[in-house]
């Protein structure tokens, strides 16, 4: 019952979102302003906090990527809300995904996971997914951020977008690059990309990653990529 309530919550305010939310009203003036010239309200984005619950995902001491990955996509959310996009996050909480289990009945809790997400991107009619997760390297001197895609021409562009943003807050250089292995980047019908938003392994990453102003810089990052994006298609 309580998986139950929790996505019909968060359908529920997918479909706030569309309205404006809770208090919205209309515009008196009938020019259409920036919102609407970019189509806000027709193009949902659907952000991916990449793990949660008994998946921790990757680590350093008791630093979780799935508590990372939760704190920057609950800020991207606000962010893109905030700057007038409609906006879904597929989890608010510590749980994993593959707990509603609605689409696929299997003994694998890796693939209902996958499969959870792939699925309410497609009932929720996502423009853009974008799923959120944290990199580790065997090196600490490795860093920064990278962005993975679909190896298709609107992927590949809001990889880009996103990349460019990055790159200028870590002041690196870093290109985008596909990743042909990963379901969602395969099975998901929108554009798709994942986001590695910094390596916990590099002490030079983690000091952004666990504080509050820099998971704000990021998602500020990512949300302007996002626009960017959306600007041009």
Request: net charge neutral; proline share 5%; with cysteine.
């Amino acid at each position: 019952m309580k998986r139950t309530r929790r996505l019909a919550a968060l359908l529920a305010g997918a479909l706030l979102c569309g309205s404006g939310g809770p208090g919205y009203a209309a515009p008196a003036e009938a020019e259409p302003d920036r919102h609407t010239i970019l189509g806000h309200s027709h193009r949902l984005v659907l952000i991916d906090a990449g793990h949660g619950g008994i998946d921790g995902g990757t680590s350093h001491g008791n630093i979780l990527e799935k508590d990372l990955t939760l704190a920057i996509s609950r800020k991207l959310f606000l962010e893109l809300r905030s700057d007038g996009f409609d906006a879904a996050l597929n989890r608010f909480g510590d749980y994993a995904p593959s707990e509603e289990n609605m689409w696929l009945r299997s003994r694998s809790r890796h693939l209902k996971d996958l499969a959870q997400r792939k699925e309410l991107a497609e009932t929720l009619d996502a423009a853009v997914v974008v799923s959120v997760h944290i990199n580790w390297a065997a090196s600490p001197a490795k860093h920064g951020p990278v962005v993975l895609y679909r190896q298709e021409g609107r992927s590949y562009m809001l990889a880009k977008a996103i990349q460019d943003r990055l790159n200028g807050l870590y002041g690196t250089k870093t290109e985008v690059r596909p990743g042909k292995p990963f379901y969602l980047l395969n099975k998901i019908t929108a554009p798709t990309v994942i986001v590695e938003a910094g390596f916990i392994s590099s002490p030079v990453d983690r000091a952004k990653l666990t504080v509050p102003q820099g998971q704000e810089n990021i998602a500020e990052a990512i949300s302007e990529g996002i626009a960017a994006y959306l600007m041009e298609v």
